[in-house]
């Protein structure tokens, strides 16, 4: 059984290619306009499988994997720490939702 995001990925390759012109006023607010269009962001603080060591974990993106990656670099090089970015969520190493959560809203995010 193929997992839910493969297929999703499947369905968004099918999808009918939109015009290349940029919504009215998203010149250099295109961040955050595209994060106002994003639901309300999860910030989870786990260590399951990690051996003990603490993750805190961002997950609820509806934006393209590219954006995400983009998005966690930006928070990794905020905060100091390691991460890293796959299937639609961020992982950012340590126990720092607090300041995640903050540099999400900074960023325009609705977080939960």
Do not use: N, Y
């Not at 006023?25 to 955050?32: C, I, M, Q, V």
């Not at 390691?82 to 995640?100: K, P, T």
């Amino acid at each position: 059984m193929a997992d839910w995001k493969d297929m999703l990925g499947q369905l968004r390759d099918e999808l009918p290619e939109g015009d290349d012109k940029e919504a009215p006023g998203t010149g250099d607010g295109k961040a955050e306009a595209k994060a106002v269009q994003q639901g309300a962001l999860r910030v989870l603080v786990d260590k399951k499988g990690r051996k003990g060591k603490v993750a805190t974990i961002i997950e609820g993106f509806t934006l393209p994997d590219e954006e995400v990656e983009e998005l966690a670099a930006r928070l990794k090089r905020k905060l100091g720490v390691g991460g890293s970015a796959r299937g639609g969520e961020i992982l950012i190493q340590g126990e720092a939702a607090d300041r995640v959560r903050d540099s999400l809203r900074a960023e325009g995010f609705k977080v939960k």
